[in-house]
C-alpha cells in the first residue's frame, strides 16, 4: 500500500494565509549582508548567489517607495564582527542608500537590545505591518530575527534564495556533517511551520503584487 500521508505546517493546520505582502505593506529587512560572510572569515554556501538574489529583492522594494532597514552585526574583542574590523562592511551590492537606516546588533536577535522595533514603530502606525526578510546566516540571525518579530506580532515573509548558511558538525552523530543545503531548507522549513510564508526566490516574492 501506497502511503498517502502528506505533512502540513501548522499555519497550513489553521488555513493561515501564506501569500506574501504587497510592497505597500511591508518593510524590507536586510540581516547582516556584510563582507565577513562574502570573502571574509566566515564564507557562507551559495554567497554570490544569494546576494545577487538579496540585490534583485532590495531593487524591488526600492521600485516600490518600501522602507528598507540594514541590520548589521558587532562585536567586541578579536572577533570577526569588531567595528574596527573591515570584514563588517555592507556589500556593496546592498549597501544603504538615501534614507535606509542602519541597526547595528550584538545578539543573533535582530531586535534584542537594538532600535529596530522603534524604526519600524512608524511603518507599522501607517499599515506596513508586514516584514520581507532576507540576509544571513539563514539557521542563526535570520532565523532569530524571524522569530523575535512574531512575538512582535509581525508576519514575515523569508525569501530562499536571498539568504545562505555553512555547514555544521552533526550533533547527533560524531564526525558527521549537516551540510550548508541540509541546514538552510530545515532552517527555512521550521520557519514555514509556524511563522509565515517561505517564497523560494526573488522573482516568486511579489510577482503579480507589486
Request: proline share 7%.
Amino acid at each position: 500500500m501506497t502511503n498517502s500521508f502528506v505533512p502540513l505546517t501548522l499555519l497550513q493546520m489553521v488555513k493561515a494565509s501564506l501569500t506574501p505582502p504587497r510592497w505597500d505593506r511591508a518593510t524590507l529587512l536586510i540581516i547582516d549582508a556584510q563582507r565577513v560572510y562574502l570573502d571574509g572569515a566566515i564564507p557562507l554556501t551559495g554567497m554570490d548567489d544569494a546576494v545577487a538574489e538579496a540585490a534583485d529583492v532590495l531593487a524591488q522594494a526600492r521600485a516600490a517607495g518600501a522602507p528598507v532597514i540594514h541590520i548589521v552585526h558587532r562585536s567586541g574583542g578579536d572577533s570577526p564582527f569588531a567595528p574596527t574590523n573591515p570584514q563588517t562592511r555592507i556589500i556593496d551590492a546592498l549597501a544603504p542608500q538615501g534614507e535606509e537606516v542602519v541597526v547595528e546588533k550584538t545578539f543573533a536577535n535582530g531586535f534584542t537590545e537594538t532600535t529596530l522595533a522603534a524604526e519600524l514603530a512608524p511603518w507599522r502606525a501607517r499599515g506596513r505591518d508586514e516584514l520581507v526578510v532576507v540576509g544571513f546566516m539563514t539557521h542563526n540571525c535570520v532565523s532569530s530575527t524571524v522569530r523575535g518579530a512574531r512575538d512582535l506580532g509581525y508576519r514575515c515573509t523569508v525569501v530562499a534564495s536571498a539568504c545562505a548558511t555553512r555547514p555544521l558538525p552533526d550533533p547527533t552523530r560524531p564526525g558527521a556533517v549537516i551540510s550548508a543545503e541540509e541546514l538552510h531548507r530545515a532552517s527555512l522549513a521550521g520557519l514555514f511551520d509556524t511563522h509565515g510564508p517561505v517564497v523560494a526566490t526573488a522573482a516568486d516574492l511579489l510577482a503579480d503584487r507589486c
